[in-house]
């Protein structure tokens, strides 16, 4: 028979994992709300025609699809139901679907309750996503997401903002070598302006957004199989090397964008972020222009970020980016946003791997009551209970068996003391504390083993 397993791409957590990733969110919403970001959370899923035509095609068909409640052919004619075209098919029949990401939900609820808002309206959201997506190291189809966004104002200084935000998180978690990467949409658009390839913009994002796990030579050679000319890519990717040296290849930039309106404000507005930096300096982050930063999905159109970790990071552990148009697509004009999101599972795979995480022992039972039989139950509860008031995680064992066994239990939960209370410590009116690690033992009453417990630190 075999075991029962969770679906694909989906995991169990225990109490240690749970702990890590506790820690990781407190410092996450901590800096959450000392920039002034309220909490918000959505339903797990939303109406298809919130979600689909945001993402582009890669991230159309990562999107989890619920079928229509009760009967989900009712008033479809036969001829409808096309078995080749699944992505057709799955719209007909489907009216929900789990949410791909925090940020369309987000601007569907800000279009929603635009008459009861007051702008600018900074959120964080810290809630599970899903996407059909191929399992793999640090990739889940059931992942967590903690996001801050602000809308309703273009303002640079909201950029700015971020990167402190990045920057303080990071530093928290005592993450160094955080690299955050920056580019401009506005760059993108302008470049296939100038290179005469505007009709192939989603193109380029899609395939520069694979970067990081493609080598650039299979990239080149698709882009050309797209329509790209060899000049095209050529020019293209010398733009990606001339970008690793932004300081001294700024004067290239500028005469290569001067043909292109929305390529100069692009790079102007990166000069402005960058000039602020070299001013004000970072924590712990380095930040880098990077011109094949491409974030691929379809919403962005100004300032992109990303965030990895040189050493030992599995891909970006955080991103996001300037959005103008998003609440225009639910009937809100002129209301541009920018956010961020930070990948929890990645963030946890990489600070375990460079064994960051505080010790988290102190989380655990400390103290465990033996249990002598039912004529000690009354006087078990309120002892562990007195404990428990005082603030110091304890337990009892609920069955009297053998004191052997029970210590053996205690021992596989690794709880540093268990107390003995008996006939002989009834009489007393001591309590038998014994240290699991030394087996030193001490007769005490309850007071002073509270005394005790609060100024032992956990073997």
Same mark, same amino acid.
């Given at each position: 028979?075999?075991?029962?397993?969770?679906?694909?791409?989906?995991?169990?957590?225990?109490?240690?994992?749970?702990?890590?990733?506790?820690?990781?969110?407190?410092?996450?919403?901590?800096?959450?709300? *000392?920039?002034?970001?309220?909490?918000?959370?959505?339903?797990?899923?939303?109406?298809?025609?919130?979600?689909?035509?945001?993402?582009?095609? !890669?991230?159309?068909? /990562?999107?989890?699809?619920?079928?229509?409640?009760?009967? +989900?052919?009712?008033?479809?004619?036969?001829?409808?139901?096309?078995?080749?075209?699944?992505?057709?098919?799955?719209?007909?029949?489907?009216?929900?679907?789990?949410?791909?990401?925090?940020?369309?939900?987000?601007?569907?609820?800000?279009?929603?309750?635009?008459?009861?808002?007051?702008?600018?309206?900074?959120?964080?959201?810290?809630?599970?996503?899903?996407?059909?997506?191929?399992?793999?190291?640090?990739?889940?189809?059931?992942? /967590?997401?903690?996001?801050?966004?602000?809308?309703?104002?273009?303002?640079?200084?909201?950029?700015?903002?971020?990167?402190?935000?990045?920057?303080?998180?990071?530093?928290?978690?005592?993450?160094?070598?955080?690299?955050?990467?920056?580019?401009?949409?506005?760059?993108?658009?302008?470049?296939? &302006?100038?290179?005469?390839? !505007?009709?192939?913009?989603?193109? /380029?994002?899609?395939?520069?957004?694979?970067?990081?796990?493609?080598?650039? *030579?299979?990239?080149?050679?698709?882009?050309?199989?797209?329509?790209?000319?060899?000049?095209?890519?050529?020019?293209?990717?010398?733009?990606?090397?001339?970008?690793?040296?932004?300081?001294?290849?700024?004067?290239?930039?500028?005469?290569?964008? &001067?043909?292109?309106?929305?390529?100069?404000?692009?790079?102007?507005?990166?000069?402005?972020? +960058?000039?602020?930096?070299?001013?004000?300096?970072?924590?712990?982050?380095?930040?880098?222009?990077?011109?094949?930063?491409?974030?691929?999905?379809?919403?962005?159109?100004?300032?992109?970020?990303?965030?990895?970790?040189?050493?030992?990071?599995?891909?970006?552990?955080?991103?996001?980016?300037?959005?103008?148009?998003?609440?225009?697509? +639910?009937?809100?004009?002129?209301?541009?946003?920018?956010?961020?999101?930070?990948?929890?599972?990645?963030?946890?795979?990489?600070?375990?791997?460079?064994?960051?995480?505080? !010790?988290?022992?102190?989380?655990?039972?400390?103290?465990?009551?033996?249990?002598?039989?039912?004529?000690?139950?009354?006087?078990?509860?309120?002892?562990?209970?007195?404990?428990?008031?005082?603030?110091?995680?304890?337990?009892?064992?609920?069955?009297?068996?053998?004191?052997?066994?029970?210590?053996?239990?205690?021992?596989?939960?690794?709880?540093?003391?268990?107390?003995?209370?008996?006939?002989?410590?009834?009489?007393?009116?001591?309590?038998?504390?014994?240290?699991?690690?030394?087996?030193?033992?001490? &007769?005490?009453?309850?007071?002073?083993?509270?005394?005790?417990?609060?100024?032992?630190?956990?073997?």
């Amino acid at each position: 028979m075999h075991k029962p397993l969770p679906a694909k791409g989906t995991r169990d957590f225990e109490s240690s994992q749970i702990y890590k990733r506790n820690y990781i969110i407190d410092i996450i919403k901590k800096n959450f709300t *000392k920039y002034g970001y309220s909490p918000l959370e959505t339903p797990s899923f939303e109406k298809t025609s919130t979600l689909l035509g945001k993402y582009g095609d !890669e991230g159309e068909r /990562l999107i989890f699809k619920i079928l229509k409640s009760g009967n +989900f052919l009712k008033g479809l004619n036969p001829a409808e139901l096309d078995f080749e075209d699944v992505s057709n098919l799955a719209n007909k029949i489907c009216d929900k679907a789990l949410k791909y990401d925090l940020t369309v939900p987000f601007a569907r609820y800000v279009s929603q309750h635009f008459n009861e808002l007051t702008f600018p309206f900074k959120r964080s959201q810290i809630q599970n996503v899903w996407r059909a997506d191929k399992p793999q190291k640090g990739r889940f189809r059931e992942f /967590l997401q903690c996001d801050a966004d602000v809308v309703g104002s273009k303002s640079l200084m909201q950029e700015i903002e971020f990167i402190h935000l990045f920057d303080n998180i990071f530093n928290d978690l005592n993450l160094n070598g955080c690299i955050i990467k920056l580019n401009n949409r506005k760059l993108l658009l302008g470049l296939c &302006e100038i290179l005469d390839c !505007e009709d192939k913009f989603s193109i /380029l994002v899609n395939q520069l957004d694979k970067l990081d796990k493609v080598e650039s *030579k299979k990239i080149k050679d698709i882009l050309i199989i797209k329509g790209f000319s060899s000049d095209q890519v050529d020019s293209i990717f010398d733009l990606i090397s001339k970008s690793k040296n932004i300081g001294s290849n700024i004067d290239f930039f500028k005469k290569f964008y &001067e043909k292109s309106s929305i390529g100069i404000q692009g790079l102007n507005e990166l000069e402005f972020i +960058f000039k602020y930096f070299s001013k004000q300096k970072l924590l712990i982050t380095n930040l880098v222009f990077d011109i094949s930063l491409a974030r691929g999905i379809d919403y962005y159109t100004g300032v992109i970020f990303e965030v990895v970790q040189k050493d030992k990071s599995f891909g970006s552990i955080a991103g996001g980016g300037r959005y103008d148009n998003l609440t225009e697509i +639910f009937g809100l004009k002129d209301t541009s946003g920018v956010g961020i999101s930070f990948g929890l599972d990645r963030i946890f795979l990489t600070l375990d791997k460079l064994k960051l995480f505080p !010790e988290f022992r102190s989380k655990m039972i400390k103290v465990l009551f033996t249990n002598f039989g039912t004529d000690y139950n009354e006087d078990i509860i309120k002892f562990t209970n007195a404990l428990r008031n005082a603030d110091i995680v304890a337990d009892f064992y609920p069955d009297s068996i053998p004191l052997k066994k029970q210590l053996k239990y205690a021992n596989q939960k690794e709880i540093p003391f268990v107390i003995l209370y008996g006939e002989e410590e009834r009489k007393s009116k001591f309590l038998r504390l014994k240290n699991m690690k030394s087996g030193d033992q001490y &007769e005490l009453s309850i007071n002073q083993i509270i005394s005790k417990l609060k100024k032992t630190a956990t073997p």
